[in-house]
């Protein structure tokens, strides 16, 4: 018998009648004998549906009401998935944030976990009921209702499971494991059976939206074994855990991961002096822009050229102040790009093989595909292209680092 801790996201429960096929997956593993705790989001759609509620009164809420509201969502799935199971003859009963007690800080909208108290759940489990937890939500050391920001239930599945010392965490979703990059770009990608946390990390980070940063962060940080499954297909689905096994059969790298959203700006013939760097991004980073890759050359006539990257959103703000700053530094020009893109490659392997980033280099290379900007770390190497060899590059290192699955074995 095992303690296992199940997620379903909002299209998962999107229905009366995927609710009802959700109870029908979670009595499978509670009739092998499991003991059974299940998270769930709010039904898809549902949340906004709320927040523009919210903002049909007021375009700025107050963000103690907002967390009342929304948090609702998920108290209906909960009762509709109870309802579902004991209706099927499984012992089942639903629980808020608030009733389970976890413990959040006071940030409204965006709180973070401080603290569960699972005693009131193993009773639950003891007395042989599935229990049914509101993911997203908590409650603060006042007793007012937080919410955990979007994605928060996938966190709140991870917490549950670290408090409960739970054998796997599994995160059910619209797809049925994470991939070696997006099937939907390069047709021969691969569903993996393993992956490490690190990777997992670096992967969402750089764009896969399979799992939340910060659930994987809280998976890592507390061992919590995490497997990423379909909500409707059967299948082992994708693994996420501490170990990296050494064997000849480890591949170099693990993913390719990509992102559309990045803008390049360059400021040109700035004096060459201590400090030039924060003159640049100090203000910058105070109108709390995020700075992603950073490039500075240093010129023969003293004055430097400094290059980096923003998410596109922000853009439009970064190039005002960063005219400004040349101004002030009697800077020669300010350039823009938003027609590029970052790909990366991921793995551990890296650890223990030498080249791997000279090989990137060679494959975008003969597809005469121009790095603009490079960055790296010990596990991944990023680069920055124009956005529109973005496909072929990702086409291109699928194939280079051996990543395109066997005939008759890629993704559906």
Sequence with gaps: MALIVQKFGGTSVGSVE?????????????????????????????????IDLAKQISDRPVARELDVMVSTGEQVTIALLAMALIKRGVPAVSFTGNQVRILTDSAHTKARILQIDSQRIQRELKAGRVVVVAG???????????????????????????????????????????????????????????????????????????????????????SVPLRVLHSFQEGPGTLITLDEEESMEQPIISGIAFNRDEAKLTIRGVPDTPGVAFKILGPISAANVEVDMIVQNVAHDNTTDFTFTVHRN?????????????????????????????????????????????RMFEALAKENINIQMISTSEIKVSVVIEEKYLELAVRALHTAFELDAPAGKTAE
């Design 18 to 50: 995927r609710i009802e096929q959700v109870a029908e997956k979670i009595k499978k593993f509670r009739d092998g004998g499991d003991d059974i705790v299940v998270v769930v989001s709010a039904m898809s759609g549902e949340t906004n549906r709320l």
């Design 314 to 358: 922000d853009y439009n703000s970064a190039l005002q102040i960063l005219q400004t700053i040349a101004n002030e530094m009697g800077a020669r020009e300010v350039i823009g790009d938003t027609d590029i893109a970052k790909v990366s490659i991921v793995g551990v392997g890296m650890r223990s093989h030498a080249g791997v980033a000279s």
């Design 136 to 222: 997203f939500q908590g409650v603060d050391g006042k007793g007012n209702i937080t919410t955990l920001g979007r994605g928060g239930s996938d966190t709140t599945g991870v917490a549950l499971a670290a408090a409960l010392k739970a054998d796997e965490c599994q995160i059910y979703t619209d797809v049925d494991g994470v991939y070696t990059t997006d099937p939907r770009v390069v047709a021969k990608a691969r569903r993996l059976d393993k992956i490490t946390f690190e990777e997992m990390l670096e992967m969402a980070s750089l764009g896969s939206k399979v799992l939340q940063i910060r659930a994987v962060e809280f998976a890592g940080k507390y």
